[in-house]
């Protein structure tokens, strides 16, 4: 359990560097999201093959069309998201991001039939809140950026591809994070194809980091994540997994010389705070179950 939970939090710490890297690399929210997936696709294929993994989805069609589904919505998130960075800012950006699993909480009782207690009431309450006070400005002049709704949007997309995954849950392990990787390759690939085209022009400085964000943030971080979740406890994956919003704030400050007030400092304690409440309310049932 050690060396899964050492893998586990060096996957968070590195997709909590998303964004600190993506700022080093001088190309389109959309490029460096294409060379993203298509790396770190190719990289997990690689280690699939090398591995002599079986796949098992021809006989799950049900499940693979929602990891279909779920492989889209996260390129679609990840589009949002770097369009975010750009924007507003790497800490505000994963701070709108990680509402995503709120939003999956609230959805819960009509999705999965999970019943909605008061303490993820109180939860998301609390999020809401953090919400208010991390973009309070913007929230009551109805000064709505572009930024903002693309961080708003990476969230709803974010929730989506949860949802979507749940339901292929008999798709495991590699196979699972492989496909998944695939799939948002393609998404993005139509939409530069369609909408942007493939004129691409990298600069010197930007190959290094480009790589580095696919094989090792995207390709080596997703079979770290994928490999060590599954070792184990519940709890233990949704409370460490704050960690990665909390390393990205934190990266974005102390290296990209990001600047969070007081106000916002708060609201991110009521983002991550609720969210953590209602996760914490979720194993109490199970093990009450149990």
């Given amino acids: 359990m050690n060396g899964a939970l050492i893998k586990y939090i060096s996957a968070l710490l590195l997709f909590g560097s998303n964004g600190v890297v993506a700022a080093c690399i001088a190309l ?17 294929i690689g280690i699939f093959l090398i591995l002599r993994g079986k796949l098992t989805f021809p006989e799950k069609k049900r499940e693979f069309a ?9 390129g679609a998130s990840w589009m949002f998201l770097y369009e975010a960075y750009q924007q ?26 999970e019943k909605l207690t008061r303490q993820k ?23 709505i950026t572009f930024g903002l709704f693309c961080g708003a949007m990476s969230a709803v997309m974010y929730a989506a591809m949860v949802i979507f995954n749940k339901k292929a849950g008999k798709i495991t392990g590699l196979e699972n994070s492989m496909l998944q990787l695939l799939f948002s390759f393609l998404t993005v690939f139509v939409f530069t194809g369609v909408f942007k085209g493939f004129a691409f022009e990298i600069a010197g400085g930007d190959l290094l980091p480009l790589l580095f964000l696919g094989v090792v943030n995207t390709g080596i971080g997703c079979y770290l994540y994928f490999s060590s979740i ?28 990001e600047v969070i007030g007081p106000v916002q400092i708060i609201g991110a304690v009521f983002i991550l705070g609720g969210a953590i409440l209602g996760e914490v309310s979720g194993f109490r049932k199970s093990i009450n179950k149990e």
């Avoid at 959309?30 to 060379?35: A, C, K, L, M």
């Avoid at 507003?88 to 039939?113: A, E, T």
Wanted: contains cysteine.
């Fill in 28 to 44: 389109s929210s959309y490029e460096i999201v294409f060379f993203r997936t298509l790396t770190g696709s190719l990289l997990l």
């Fill in 66 to 74: 929602f990891l279909v589904v779920s492989g889209i919505t996260m």
């Fill in 88 to 113: 507003i800012g790497v800490s505000l950006s994963s701070l709108l991001y990680y509402c995503g699993p709120v939003i999956v909480m609230v959805l819960s009782p009509l999705l999965f039939r």
């Fill in 121 to 143: 009431t109180a939860g998301f309450i609390a999020v809401l809140f953090g919400i208010v006070l991390v973009n309070g400005q913007a929230l009551f002049t109805g000064t």
């Fill in 230 to 257: 599954g070792r184990l406890p519940v709890q233990t994956v949704a409370i460490c997994g704050y960690l990665e919003p909390l390393s990205a704030v934190f990266f974005s400050v102390l290296l990209l010389g």
